[in-house]
Every structure is written in structure tokens, then in C-alpha cells.
């Protein structure tokens, strides 16, 4: 359990702290998904109007969960100039995406809008609220978006993030509220007891219930009802060889089998998307293992993220553990971006009982030289608009001689952000390791 039990009890701690600035008459700007939640518990009780900021992040092309800048409306761009140039990226490969961002900002503000015209800043004290914050280039675009819109005062307000990462707003915000800094600091979600993913239809509700007249109560966004009772649910520790890797174990009552997730790309145990399909495959009583592949200190030498190799090895000791402490359960992988390729590296292995592999947006050419010794019947998942990864998951798929298939998930991107995206990754899941792990029930 985190230091906040979900996003509107963060939000109504946050508020208490931000009570002085009720006189200020401000107005709140939340950053969604995860944000708008907290937001809506400050603008409730400091009497306040709600709005959205909607700023997306600027992937690196050819590995789109690490950021390079971020961009907001009114034509607001922050760079990290390092990032850029470390990844060799143009300036024609920035154009690219650059433009691309910012059709999705604009699309989005006004789906989550829904018709409503946007909150006047000019001359007010406006409160920008995020669930939390990692690097900051995000909540940096949304205060130069506020400052854009003419707001006279911009305060920062976040339950949690890196003591240094607050210091270095300091220079952008007027006043930045944080209530806590732990250190170390790996990941937003480690400080929350629930960090379900915040669909986008629980954003356009929230700010329209915030515009209604009369104000409704929060609910807890993206929580499961009546979830299953689990005879398990626990932080682990799992040991490969000299290093200690933290884990997340859930097995519910009657567990048909265990899957094992193989994060990509410096992602961790606490990754809201692959939380998101863990929780999908526990209601269809399919145990779950979210462990990090790297230690906290491994994970600053980014050529680790694209070691698979030793990810692969990581994830082998992974499955030794996990077949000691609950025998008799089939096991799967389900890999994301490098951790697929990890993943399919380790099904391929002699005398691997893996018996299913799924890879969600993931780089499964990176495993090519073993790809052919790949058993397990493999389902690859890709956003239909993220078409560089498509081909790449094609020339893999080439190479496989088990079982296999190709879903490409319509208008959905590399992170599958989009509406009803990630919940079809959870069903065509839940689906392949239900007929695969337990060939008795159907699928």
C-alpha cells in the first residue's frame, strides 16, 4: 500500500494544503488522465472551476515511451535538448512527431470538453494538479500552457514526486505544493494503493460533473468492483542471481495459471498499463507476476533496457521462482516493447514450459536470432497506427515457426492510450492465455 489509497483521497489531502488559495477566486487545470481525478477533489473544495490541460509527450520515434519534450495548446513546446541529441534525432524526424502530438492535443481537448467552451485564465490564479510527477517535462509544458492562456499566478500542486524534480519547477511555477518527496523515488504509482488507469470517459464525466451546478461526489477512477478474492496478493522479492528484483504476486482462488510480465523500455512492476491487463487476467482467474527486470541502479544505464539478453535472464529466474513458490501452475509472458523481445528470448530457451507468449506493442525483432526456437503459441498486439512497430512485429513474425498471430488494434498508437485500446489488448489476453494455459477451458 502507497502513501494514498487512490487518486481522490491524494486529491482531498491536496486540497487541504491548497485551502488558502480558495480567496484567490482560482480556477483548477488538471493533466489527464491520472490528474483529473485529484482535480476534481481541489476544485470541489476550494469552490473552483475545473478545466483540462491537455499536453502529450514527445516520443522518440523508434522508442516512443522515452520522452524528448512535450507539447501543449497554444502551440507550447518543451525540448530536452539532451535526449534529442543523444537519440539522433532531425529535425525532420521532430516535425514528424511534433505534428502528430498536436492533432492528438487538439483532439482530445475537445473530446474531453464535450462541447464545453474552455475556463478564461486570463487574469487568475490557476492551480495545475497531476497525479504525480517523474521528470517534470510534462507538468513544465502545462504551466507554460497556463502562463500562455494569461494566467497572473500559477501554482503547481501534486501529491507526490522527486524532491529534485520539485525544486527544478520552482523556476517555472509561482508556488509549487507537493505533499510528499520520497527517496528513493522509482514510479508515481509505488505511492498509490490503487493506480488504475483513468479511462477517458471517466475524465469527460468528471469534468462535466465539476460543471454541473450542483457538485457530485468523486469516484475512484478505473476501480474494479467486487473484485475476486485472492488467496495472494503481496509484494515479493525475487532473487537473480546477485541482484534482488521487487515483484508484485496476485493469485486468486482456483488460478487456471500464471503470467508473468516482462516490462520494456525502463518501465517497472508499477507500469498503469500492464497493472491494467494484470488486473483483466486476475478476474478471468489467471494468476499474475509484475516484477522489475532491473534494479534501481541497473535502470540508469539506459543500454540495460535494450540488453535483452540479460532481461531475458532476469525473467528465467523470474519463472524458477515463481514455478518453486506456486507449483503446478502453466506459466505465460506477456512482454511490452523490449520485454516482449525478452520474453520470446526466454520461451526459446531448452525445455521451456512456457506455454503462451503475448507481446503489446512490443519488439519482438529485437529477438530474431532465436525466434525459430520459440514454442509457445505467441499473440502478437499492435496499435493500427503505429506503423513502424507494425512492420517490425511482420518481420518477426516471419521468423516464428509455432502457433502465432498478428492483431493489429485499429486507431490505436503505441501506448494503445485511445479509447476502448487497451481494454481490447485485456480481452485478446485474457482470451489467448485462457485457451492456451489451461487447453481444457474454452477460450
Not at 488559495?21 to 488522465?33: I, K, Q, T, W, Y
Not at 488504475?196 to 457530485?216: E, G
Not at 485472492?230 to 521487487?246: I, M, Q
Not at 493500427?384 to 518477426?396: C, P, S
Request: glycine share 10%.
Amino acid at each position: 500500500m502507497g502513501l494514498f489509497r487512490d487518486r481522490a483521497e491524494a486529491g482531498r489531502r491536496l486540497a487541504a494544503r491548497l485551502a488558502p488559495l480558495a480567496g484567490e477566486a482560482p480556477v483548477v487545470v488538471g493533466l489527464p488522465r491520472g490528474g483529473i481525478p485529484v482535480a476534481f477533489e481541489v476544485a470541489r473544495a476550494l469552490g473552483a472551476p475545473l478545466d483540462v490541460i491537455v499536453v502529450r509527450k514527445l516520443g522518440v520515434p523508434f522508442q516512443p515511451e522515452l520522452g524528448m519534450g512535450a507539447v501543449g495548446e497554444d502551440g507550447v513546446r518543451v525540448l530536452n535538448e539532451d535526449v534529442v541529441r543523444l537519440a539522433g534525432v532531425g529535425p525532420e524526424e521532430l516535425a514528424r512527431v511534433e505534428a502528430r502530438e498536436r492533432a492528438e492535443v487538439e483532439v482530445r481537448a475537445r473530446r474531453f470538453r464535450a462541447g464545453r467552451p474552455r475556463v478564461d485564465l486570463t487574469g487568475r490564479t490557476v492551480v495545475v494538479v497531476d497525479d504525480g510527477i517523474a521528470t517534470g517535462g510534462t507538468a513544465r509544458a502545462a504551466l507554460l500552457v497556463a502562463r500562455a492562456q494569461g494566467a497572473s499566478r500559477v501554482v503547481l500542486g501534486v501529491p507526490v514526486a522527486p524532491s529534485e524534480t520539485v525544486e527544478e519547477l520552482r523556476d517555472d511555477a509561482d508556488e509549487v505544493v507537493c505533499l510528499e518527496t520520497p527517496t528513493p523515488f522509482f514510479a508515481i504509482g509505488e505511492w498509490y494503493g490503487d493506480f488504475s488507469q483513468v479511462p477517458d470517459d471517466q475524465v469527460t464525466k468528471l469534468l462535466a460533473d465539476a460543471a454541473a451546478p450542483a457538485p457530485v461526489a468523486a469516484t475512484t477512477a478505473g476501480a474494479i468492483v467486487d473484485p475476486p478474492e485472492h488467496e495472494r496478493d503481496e509484494e515479493v522479492l525475487v532473487r537473480a542471481g546477485d541482484s534482488a528484483l521487487f515483484g508484485h504476486l496476485t493469485v486468486s482462488a482456483g488460478a487456471r495459471g500464471l503470467v508473468l510480465f516482462a516490462h520494456g523500455s525502463g518501465s517497472s512492476r508499477h507500469s498503469p498499463r500492464n497493472q491494467f491487463v494484470a488486473r483483466a487476467l486476475n478476474e478471468a482467474s489467471i494468476a499474475t507476476l509484475l516484477f522489475d527486470l532491473l534494479s534501481p541502479r541497473e535502470e540508469v544505464d539506459r543500454a540495460n533496457v535494450f540488453d535483452v539478453e540479460l532481461l531475458a535472464e532476469r525473467l528465467l529466474a523470474a519463472t524458477a521462482w515463481a514455478h518453486a513458490e506456486i507449483p503446478g501452475l502453466p506459466v505465460g509472458y506477456f512482454g511490452a516493447s523490449t520485454g516482449a523481445a525478452a520474453a520470446l528470448w526466454a520461451a526459446a530457451e531448452p525445455g521451456s514450459k512456457v506455454a503462451a507468449v503475448v507481446s503489446r506493442g512490443g519488439r519482438p525483432d529485437l529477438a530474431i536470432p532465436r525466434l525459430a526456437a520459440v514454442r509457445a503459441p505467441t499473440l502478437l498486439i499492435v496499435g493500427g497506427h503505429d506503423e513502424v512497430v507494425i512492420e517490425l512485429n511482420r518481420e518477426a513474425a516471419r521468423h516464428l515457426t509455432c502457433p502465432h498471430r498478428l492483431e493489429i488494434v485499429p486507431r490505436a498508437t503505441h501506448l494503445f492510450e485511445e479509447p476502448g485500446a487497451l481494454e481490447t489488448v485485456a480481452t485478446l489476453a485474457g482470451a489467448w492465455f485462457t485457451r492456451h494455459l489451461a487447453p481444457s477451458v474454452p477460450s
